[in-house]
């Protein structure tokens, strides 16, 4: 096996999680993002997660809404990983071609005065 990498993230100094996936085919995630919305709506957040790409699933460490002044540190690791907060449900093939017809009627749908049938 590979070796694996992960982060240690902390916020104001509290370790948040050490992030990260003991597998040959994984994506660990840290994503910062501030929202500003026409109406005046928005938000910022610090999302942990990643993809267990052998069992095909989600998973994730830590999810909340950050402020103003929040100080944010992330290092680069290679071992100890915390186990994942949450997992996502693995869907059957049946679900997924579900899903895709779902989105394939409602596109179709949409997209009727633009179709040449």
């Known amino acids: 096996m590979k070796k694996s990498y992960g982060f240690e993230v902390s ?3 509290k370790k ?3 992030a ?3 597998k040959d085919n994984y994506v660990v995630t840290c994503i910062m993002d501030a929202v500003h919305r026409k109406d005046g709506s928005g ?3 610090l999302h942990i997660g990643g ?3 052998n069992a095909e699933q989600n998973v994730g460490w830590f999810g909340e809404q950050i402020k103003v002044g929040d100080k944010i540190s992330i290092e680069v690791i290679d071992d100890q990983f915390d186990q994942p907060t949450s ?3 693995k869907f059957s093939e049946e679900e997924i071609r579900e899903q895709k017809m779902k989105h394939y009627l409602h596109l ?3 997209l009727k005065d633009y ?3």
């Open 20 to 22: 990260g996936i003991p």
């Open 87 to 89: 997992t996502s449900k």
């Open 43 to 45: 938000s910022l957040h």
């Open 51 to 53: 993809l267990d790409s």
């Open 108 to 110: 179709k749908e949409e």
């Open 115 to 117: 179709l040449d049938e």
């Open 11 to 13: 916020l104001n100094g």
């Open 16 to 18: 948040l999680a050490r």
